[in-house]
């Protein structure tokens, strides 16, 4: 519909009126109200808030992601920077961006985190509270995809100092070495683990959910296009990966779940 202003008497110019059931309606009344109820319905959209009921405010760097996966599919600066985005929606949460620790790797002649005593130093060099890092341990495109990710995030709490870390205690624990051992790696947050599997009818519920809050979300696939997309669908893992270190960030223990 296109609506004019009609002129009146001497140039001057009235407005034009638009039926509307009840009765005539000035044009810009109407518009007013189209628009206003517009801005309430975009307020009205779901929210991808993470809860962060444990850690607090805190400033948090995202290392490069680690292949794990045997796959030269994806770009691992491509996946952090994904991580990074959806880490931004943590309640409480500063994000330092991935080329600033890929700076300070480098400035090592390093190319990745290599050990919990190494992911400490970098949250000592950055000046931040914590550092993600984490692992894609599997990566399989196809449809319905499946993507591993195993995600660690070592610094400490707000307020607090970080345990002093004993070299020789590591070389035994559980953490980036890919050791076993009975205790935490020091200075360990929280860690989760996980396997999207798109075959699986819960994840496919998760990622419903997920697309609900997404805006701009305009294709012929609807909310599956988060299925379809190897791009959409690693976002996805991403932000559930956060969500579960946040859920996680009460304890230092292993969140492990099953797709």
């Not at 140039?11 to 109200?33: C, D, E, H, I, N």
């Not at 914590?130 to 341990?137: E, G, K, Q």
């Not at 307020?159 to 070495?177: F, K, N, Q």
């Not at 305009?218 to 991403?238: A, N, T």
Request: glycine share 12%.
């Amino acid at each position: 519909m296109t609506m004019k202003q009609k002129s009146g008497p001497a140039g001057r110019k009235s407005l034009a009126f638009v039926p509307v059931r009840g009765g005539m309606w000035p044009a810009t009344v109407l518009v007013a109200v189209m628009t206003a109820g517009c801005q309430r319905s975009q307020q009205q959209r779901p929210e991808l808030v993470i809860a962060n009921p444990h850690l607090g405010r805190m400033t948090i760097a995202v290392a490069p992601a680690l292949n794990q996966s045997g796959s030269l599919e994806f770009d691992t600066n491509r996946v952090a920077d994904a991580m990074a985005v959806e880490l931004s929606f943590a309640e409480g949460i500063s994000v330092v961006p991935v080329s600033r620790v890929l700076a300070a790797l480098s400035a090592q002649g390093a190319s990745g985190v290599t050990s919990p005593e190494h992911a400490l130093e970098l949250t000592r060099l950055l000046g931040v509270d914590a550092i993600l890092v984490f692992s894609v341990t599997e990566y399989d495109p196809h449809e319905p995809p499946s993507i591993g990710i195993t995600g660690q995030l070592y610094g400490k709490r707000a307020g607090e100092g970080l345990r002093r870390v004993d070299p020789v205690a590591l070389s035994r624990e559980a953490g980036l070495s890919g050791q076993a051992g009975p205790a935490a790696p020091a200075g360990l947050l929280a860690q989760t683990q996980r396997v999207f599997d798109a075959s699986h009818g819960g994840v496919a519920d998760e990622v419903r959910e997920f697309a609900a809050g997404r805006e701009g979300l305009e294709s012929p696939y609807g909310w599956k296009l988060y299925l379809v997309s190897q791009q959409h669908f690693m976002r996805f893992c991403c932000h559930a990966t956060v969500r579960a270190l946040m859920n996680g960030g009460g304890e230092v223990a292993s969140l492990t779940h099953e797709g």
